[in-house]
Nanobody, 121 residues
């Protein structure tokens, strides 16, 4: 069974930094895409950043220049370095991965349980 487990959320003051980590475990053939989404209260879940197996990266406009996504493909880890945090970055952050099944070769989306990030003074 595939699992995604996030860590690194918490409370930080405006202008501060946090680093989120996500580890993928289980049996699978490969991971196509890894990324981070977030959901603020009363808002829809939105993409923050994603990185493909080939290293292509996309960022949402609100986080460009402040957040950095990286990936350790050998250890099935993905990170999100968040700098210059703003109150509007407050949300539950979810790790995401598109994972190829070992037997069917079909891709499937997996989600972590979410980690709370609160930016407040």
């Amino acid at each position: 069974q595939v699992q995604l487990v996030e860590s690194g959320g918490g409370l930080v003051q405006p202008g501060g930094s946090l680093r989120l980590s996500c580890a993928v475990s289980g049996i699978f053939r490969s991971i196509n895409v890894m990324g981070w989404y977030r959901q603020a209260p009363e808002k829809e879940r939105e993409l923050v950043a994603r990185i493909t197996s080939g290293g292509d990266i996309n960022y949402a406009d609100p986080v460009k220049g402040r957040f950095t996504i990286s990936r350790d493909s050998a250890r099935n880890l993905v990170y999100l370095e968040m700098n210059s945090l703003k109150p509007e970055d407050t949300a539950v952050y979810y790790c995401y991965a598109e994972i190829v099944d070992q037997w069917t070769f079909s891709p499937r989306d997996y989600w972590g349980q979410g980690t709370q990030v609160t930016v407040s003074s």
